[in-house]
Structures are given as C-alpha cells and as structure tokens.
C-alpha cells in the first residue's frame, strides 16, 4: 500500500475534463509541495506539474495540479487520446525522510 | 541537454547482486541529488533512495535499508545503485532520476531510460 492514496482508475470521453486525486498526510504533502508524473506505456516517467501547480516547458496547459491541505489534484482538460497514460502523485515526506508516490492511476479515454 | 544513461538489462539468480550504472551529461553532477526509483512489473513506482554527488550523503527508504548502496563517481559523473541478496520480488526497471532545479525535494526531472533487472533461478 502506498504512503499517497490515488483512485486506480479514471476514465473520459475526448473533449471532457477528468480529476485524479491524491491524499497524503500532514508529514507529506500536508508540509511539502506536490509533483505529477505521466507514464506512457513502456516508458519512463516524466514530470507533469510540479511543486503543486507549475508545468515545466512543453506541458500543455490542459493540465492543472492544485493543493489544499493534506490533499492534491491533478486536473486534465480537453481529454484527448494521447492523454491515456498512468499519473503519478509525489511529494517528500519528512518522517519518512524520503519520496513517497500514489499508487497510481490509469486513465483510460474512451 | 540534460541526460541520464543508464546501464543495460541483467539477469541475477537469487541471493546474487547487482549494481546498475547512470551516467549524467549536461550538468554539473555534484550540484544536484541523484535518486533511484524501482517499478515491478505491472505496479507502481516505488523511491529506493538518493545520493548528494557532492559529498556522497546518501538517504535510503526503510524498507530497503541495509541491502541497497548507492555511491557515486564524480571523474566520471555516474552514478551506481547496487541491490544485494536479490529475490524474484526484486525483478522490476530500476531508473534514476535527478532533482530539477527550482522544484522541491521530490520534483524528479529528467529521468534515465531504466534498467530491467530479472532476478530468476
């Protein structure tokens, strides 16, 4: 079971606007800020937001993360079919002293 | 540009080691921490620990305290993980991952290719 709890799935027709949640705790996200990641199948992660709500270049900006106490959001817009990925949810923990990751979630565009 | 290369696939038997190599071009190596993140076959990511190039500190996840090292060789900016009394659950791509700049202690940006370690008798 992972330290971050994140919905195993999710799904959207193209064109909708889909949530996926992540819930930590106040060592994690609840003091430190909240990074995404998206995962195509068979390949590395790569960054999607980071530190809660900032896309590095080349993100479109249909993707939004958000954070409001011990939980976050990640939040994708105009769904399109190379969106269909899974997403990841990371934060430091300072009890754990380390990184800890959701469990993940895959989206799947119908 | 930044990168990260890691080294290629192994096959260990049970109770052996490995040491997986990641090679970092484009930056200054010692000024950045260098993590190790392990996915299982069909499970999530799952952090093993990080290296500080500069001074060497390193920080482990609990769970596999006291069987990963993670060094570093500056001369030739790479860095090593090696897992040792391997079992069949440790079978999964190991990657490393730098910390970006700007970003907090678990913004990993880039990430290297991955390594498939197949632990099988």
């Known amino acids: 079971q992972s330290v971050l709890t994140q919905p195993p799935s999710a799904s959207g027709t193209p064109g909708q606007r889909v949530t996926i949640s992540c819930s930590g705790s106040s060592s994690n996200i609840g003091s430190n800020t909240v990074n995404w990641y998206q995962q195509l199948p068979g390949t590395a992660p790569k960054l999607l937001i980071y530190t809660n709500n900032q896309r590095p270049s080349g993100v479109p900006d249909r993707f939004s993360g958000s954070k409001s106490g011990t939980s976050a959001s990640l939040a994708i817009s105009g769904l399109q079919s190379e969106d269909e990925a899974d997403y990841y949810c990371?934060?430091?923990?300072?009890?754990?002293?380390?990184?800890?990751f959701g469990g993940g979630t895959k989206l799947t565009v119908l | 540009q930044v990168q990260l290369v890691q080294s290629g696939a192994e096959v260990k038997k049970p109770g052996a080691s490995v040491k997986v190599s990641c090679k970092a071009s484009g930056y200054t190596f010692t000024g950045y921490y260098l993590h190790w993140v392990r996915q299982a076959p069909g499970q999530g990511l799952e952090w093993m620990g990080r290296i500080y190039p500069n001074t060497g500190g390193t920080n482990y996840a609990q769970k596999f305290q006291g069987r990963v090292t993670v060094t570093r060789d500056t001369s030739i900016s790479t860095a090593y993980m090696e897992l040792s009394s391997l079992r069949s659950d440790d079978t999964a791509v190991y990657y490393c991952a730098r910390t970006m700049t700007g970003g907090g202690a678990a913004t990993l940006d880039p990430w290297g290719q991955g390594t498939l370690v197949t632990v099988s008798s």
């Open positions: 990371a934060a430091w923990d300072d009890s754990l002293n380390g990184v800890v």
